[in-house]
Structure formats: C-alpha cells, structure tokens
C-alpha cells in the first residue's frame, strides 16, 4: 500500500536530519510489510495489518524512536524492551545508524508474530497471542530428535499461557502512556513518577470504564482513598484531586475545577513546565488528608466552605 500522504507530511516536518532517519524507515516499511494500512495515528506513523498496529515511528527529544508493538517477543538484541507489554524499540539519531538487514528481519518477524492490541480493551487489559507462538518449522523437525522437539512445544505452551494472564492496572497505565506518544505520554509518565516518589506506597488503579473512554478507564493513584486521577484529552493532561478543596496550594497549581466545594484540578498543556516540588508536596498533603481520618476531614470540609 502506497505510504500516505500524511506521513510524508509529518516526515517533512522534521528537521532535515530526522526527516532523513523517518524517510528511510518508511521506505524499508512499506516494501516489506506489504498490504499493511499506514497512517497517522496518535499524532505518529503507525503500520497496522488488519487493524493491530504493527510498527511505527515517533519524534522524541534528542532522536527517532522506532517501535514494534510484538517486538519483546522478537528476541533481537538490536530492540530494547519498551513498557511491559510486549513492545521494543530502536532509536536512531542518524540515518546512518539503521541497519536494513537487521530492519528487514525485524520487519519478518512483526509479520510471522503479533500480540492483539487491537481488542485489548474489549478484552480489559487481556493481551493475547494472535500469531507467532514458539513453534519448530517444519524444515528443522526432521533434523531434531522428538525430545527437542516436545520440549519446544511445552515451553511455545508455557510462553504463551504466561503472556496472556491479565496483566495488572500499572501495567494498563503502562500501555495508556506507551500508546499516545506523545507530550501527553510524556506528561503522563512524568507526573506519575513524581505521584511515586511523593508517596512509594501509593496504589495504582485503573476506574470507571466507560464508552466515553472506549472502556479503557481512568488511571487513578490511591491511599487511604483517592489522590488523584490522571485523564488525557486532545489538548490537555488533567490531574483531577477528589478532596483538592481541602489541600493547601500555596504555589497555585490547581487552575481548573475551582468551582466546587471538593474537586480541584490540573490542566497541563503542551510545553508546559512541572513544577515537580509543589506537586510533591500537593500529593503528599492529599495522603496525609487520606490518612487523617474522617472527623479530620469533615472538620478541614467546614473550613474550607466557610473560607
């Protein structure tokens, strides 16, 4: 399928050395996944086959991010594990660093081996193997003992079993993150690395699966209760506080929600700066209002109304 016309325009919004870089992967892409859909999906050039996205490519800050969503399962030492599902990575910061017989065979591989991102939602965070389990080709059967070749399948069995067991809510905000990149990805993973190291006990959630949200739901950080969600819109990150209206905010984070008697929120947008100090020290107030207990809490309620 001829690369899009989209994707030739987010190429040449790069800068002449990544358009360089982007330009050589498309090209190499397209010729050897053949019949595969391309086009710009979450801000960034994605090849899908039959709707489960397949490899692509994103503009990170210092370089190119090339990405195959199976790739964990490729077993290339060229591809780094990216999240913890199954995708890996290569990044290139010139277009000399690609090697087209390594691409080549990663390429091969994303074909013979995919995970099914595409119903992952309908399956509530569920992975599952559609092709590419372990197998022993026919053309090596006759060449290994009968041993070797039970022995691969029982280990094909176990690899799979163990690749489709539900996976975890951090793992779902892993996949959240991984699959907007970016700025929103990047947001995202920024804050919640401050919510952890605010509070290293704080419990990772995934609530209120819905249509709205392509019953993906809402990450959500606990302890004693809720601290804060994270959703992701077109233009913003919003950090929403159930009990914000109760918390001291002494360097003006919250800028939306401010009507209410208990919500608070935080919008960011793009390019803005984190002021990771004063979010810190917001988480850390939202816990220890959590932990207070509930006469504390009402009594901090009255307070606040009558302010």
Not at 74 to 90: H, M, Q, R, V, Y
Not at 109 to 136: C, F, H, M, S
Not at 142 to 165: I, W
Request: hydrophobic share 35%.
């Amino acid at each position: 399928m001829p690369i899009h016309s989209d994707v030739h325009a987010y190429n040449q919004s790069q800068s002449p050395d990544d358009q360089r870089i982007c330009d050589a992967l498309a090209k190499v892409i397209d010729q050897h996944l053949p019949g595969a859909e391309n086009k710009i999906w979450h801000r960034h050039p994605v090849w899908f086959l039959g709707g489960n996205p397949i490899v692509g490519y994103s503009k990170l800050k210092d370089c190119i991010r090339l990405l195959f969503w199976s790739g964990q399962s490729f077993d290339e030492p060229g591809l780094a594990p990216e999240g913890s599902f199954k995708a890996a990575e290569a990044r290139y910061t010139s277009d000399d660093q690609i090697v087209a017989k390594d691409l080549k065979r990663w390429l091969k591989k994303a074909i013979e081996i995919q995970w099914d991102y595409k119903n992952i939602v309908k399956r509530k965070g569920k992975l599952e193997l559609l092709t590419g389990a372990p197998v022993v080709h026919a053309t090596s059967v006759a060449k290994k003992p009968f041993e070797d070749r039970e022995a691969g399948m029982k280990k094909a069995k176990s690899r799979t079993e163990e690749l489709t067991a539900e996976i975890s809510p951090s793992q779902e905000i892993d996949a959240r993150i991984h699959e907007l990149t970016d700025w929103r990805g990047e947001t995202l993973a920024r804050v919640r690395k401050l919510i952890k190291q605010a509070d290293p006990e704080v419990v990772e959630e995934v609530k209120w699966r819905k249509p709205s949200n392509g019953m993906a739901g809402v990450p959500v950080w606990e302890h004693d209760g809720i601290i804060c969600t994270g959703e992701t819109y077109k233009s913003v990150v919003k950090l929403t506080f159930p009990k914000g209206a109760s918390l001291e905010d002494p360097a003006g984070l919250f800028n939306s929600s401010l009507e209410g008697n208990a919500r608070r929120a935080i919008d960011m947008r793009e390019g803005e700066k984190i002021n990771d100090k004063a979010l810190k020290a917001l988480i850390c107030a939202a816990v220890a209002l959590n932990c207070s207990g509930p006469a504390v809490s009402v009594a901090i309620a009255k307070r606040t109304k009558k302010a």
